[in-house]
């Protein structure tokens, strides 16, 4: 029986067998290869992020889909998603083999529960995206689950580290990261998770790129709930709009808190004008402010005040 890639050992000595002066940059060199593997399927994670975002935009929910190392890191962007990109907490469901933990117990056992299909399913509908990693491509937990939100109707992206992985037969979009064997054969906690963890990263953040939630570099949809990331909105606001700080400061106020607001009110909008030119041009600051520029160039010509 020919194993799959993630359960083979490497060539050359066991990672046990070196001292550790040589056995970092070994493992170092691992983790890099994985990352490479990444650029393979950079095409893929484009269609999955454009799916990502489609779906939110159609009204639809994001599902995270996983177990064990996996789900860690499926649990690491989803929580992500409403801070960077002030998505609604609620459009974003994670399904972890057994719950999230919230010790150092995570039971192995768990990624064998189908039991839990019908759970998972019930709270999955047609239009709402599903993304479901599994390093091996076979674990029965994410595999099942799949199945079923293809039968719902969903979309669903299927991530997976061995080539042919039974997921697949049940993805919209297939992303195989074909990474390497592991240091530590089967502990895809380390170059298979880090290729997962650096593949999730790309779809999510060009999702939030294609819902306008990033503008000129920024995260211009941030939920500022903490004093670090209340300055920080106060920069953004300043350097984009090009007004000075404390300028920036009222426009938040007005905008209560929320930083695409508190720019287009910055750059010479009302707040009543500000929300129905984001309604209007589907959340994206280009055009709004260009609207804004627009508006006031007709102004100066006509000799209006703005």
Do not use: W
């Amino acid at each position: 029986m020919t194993l799959p890639v993630t359960e083979t050992l490497p060539e050359g000595a066991p990672i046990d067998a070196l001292p550790s002066r040589e056995a970092v940059p070994a493992m170092v060199d691992a983790q890099l290869a994985a990352v490479r593997a990444v650029d393979v399927v950079k095409a893929d994670i484009v269609r999955a992020s454009e799916a990502m975002a489609e779906g939110f935009r159609a009204g639809g929910s994001l599902h995270y889909v996983a177990a064990g190392s996996s789900g860690l890191m499926a649990l690491a962007d989803a929580s992500e998603l409403p801070g960077t990109f002030g998505i609604e907490p609620k459009s974003i469901k994670i399904h972890m083999a057994g719950g999230v933990p919230v010790d150092g117990h995570m039971p192995g056992d768990t990624e064998d529960d189908t039991k839990a299909v019908d759970a998972v399913g019930s709270q999955i509908a047609g239009g709402d995206v599903v993304i479901v990693l599994t390093a091996s491509g076979s674990t029965p937990y994410a595999v099942e689950i799949a199945r079923k939100a293809s039968a719902l109707g969903a979309t669903v992206i299927g991530i997976a580290n061995n080539p042919g992985a039974a997921l697949f037969a049940h993805a919209d979009i297939q992303v195989c990261i074909a990474t390497p064997p592991e240091v530590v054969a089967g502990s895809t906690r380390l170059g298979a998770g880090t290729a997962q963890k650096v593949a999730l990263n790309l779809m999510s953040t060009l999702m939030g790129i294609a819902l306008g939630h990033v503008y000129q570099g920024e995260m211009v949809n941030v939920v500022a709930d903490n004093a670090k990331l209340v300055r920080r909105s106060a920069r953004m606001v300043a350097r984009i709009a090009g007004v000075p700080e404390v300028v920036a400061e009222d426009a938040i106020a007005q905008a209560n808190g929320n930083a695409k607001i508190a720019i287009l009110i910055a750059s010479g909008a009302t707040p009543a004008s500000a929300r129905e030119l984001l309604v209007t041009h589907v959340g994206r600051l280009g055009p709004c402010l260009e609207a804004i520029k627009s508006i006031q160039n007709q102004d100066d010509l006509t000799g209006r005040k703005p």
